[in-house]
T-cell receptor
Framework: SQQGEEDPQALSIQEGENATMNCSYK?????LQWYRQNSGRGLVHLILIRSNEREKHSGRLRVTLDTSKKSSSLLITASRAADTASYFCATDEGAQKLVFGQGTRLTINP | DTGVSQNPRHKITKRGQNVTFRCDPISEHNRLYWYRQTLGQGPEFLTYFQNEAQLEKSRLLSDRFSAERPKGSFSTLEIQRTEQGDSAMYLC????????????FGSGTRLTVV
């Protein structure tokens, strides 16, 4: 079973615009992670936010975490064509395994 | 280190045949995970090892599936008597046991059962 739900399921924007994806989860977590997957490939780790953190930045990525609402968001600023991919949130339950959401398919139009 | 390596990249097999996939993790990582992913879905957890010990198996892992990690290095995932429903991408990932550490995934093995 999958832990989280991601919203939207698909997002299409123009190059240069910002993209925001949301993730909700159900149980208490140690951390929440975001991954990117290009078509037919493995997942690439983007960023990890701990349960006691509220916001984290990495380059053009900004992640927020609201543990009271059990939700997180990933913002990609100044999007590029190379950002076209599927993005997954994953929650670390009890430091045992990651449980993934169903993902957001992001398309950046030139 | 070249990352997590999975072989083969693609496998087409006839229903009822057995298949085996291999995963070579990052050498310093003592945890190794297997996930399965179908089209349009997120990865689903199958099983994981800490060193050579298999610590958890998902209920998705029927008795036709078996995974091993001899000597705590590479791992194999075998599917016996394959069914069409086994067609999926099988992903391997490795990480350190310490908390708050990301996973490194391989490129996956795409299985097609015909």
């Amino acid at each position: 079973s999958q832990q989280g739900e991601e919203d939207p399921q698909a997002l299409s924007i123009q190059e240069g615009e910002n993209a925001t994806m949301n993730c909700s989860y159900k149980t208490s977590i140690n951390n929440l992670q975001w991954y990117r997957q290009n078509s037919g490939r493995g997942l690439v780790h983007l960023i990890l936010i701990r349960s006691n953190e509220r916001e984290k930045h990495s380059g053009r990525l900004r992640v927020t975490l609201d543990t009271s609402k059990k939700s997180s968001s990933l913002l990609i600023t100044a999007s590029r064509a190379a950002d076209t991919a599927s993005y997954f949130c994953a929650t670390d339950e009890g430091a045992q395994k990651l449980v993934f959401g169903q993902g957001t398919r992001l398309t950046i139009n030139p | 280190d070249t990352g997590v390596s999975q072989n083969p990249r693609h496998k087409i097999t006839k229903r009822g045949q057995n298949v085996t996939f291999r995963c070579d993790p990052i050498s310093e990582h003592n945890r190794l995970y297997w996930y399965r992913q179908t089209l349009g879905q997120g990865p689903e957890f199958l099983t994981y090892f800490q060193n050579e010990a298999q610590l958890e198996k998902s209920r998705l892992l029927s008795d036709r599936f078996s995974a091993e990690r001899p000597k705590g290095s590479f791992s194999t995932l075998e599917i016996q008597r394959t069914e069409q429903g086994d067609s999926a991408m099988y992903l391997c990932a490795s990480t350190r046991v310490q908390a708050n550490y990301g996973y490194t995934f391989g490129s996956g093995t795409r299985l097609t059962v015909v």
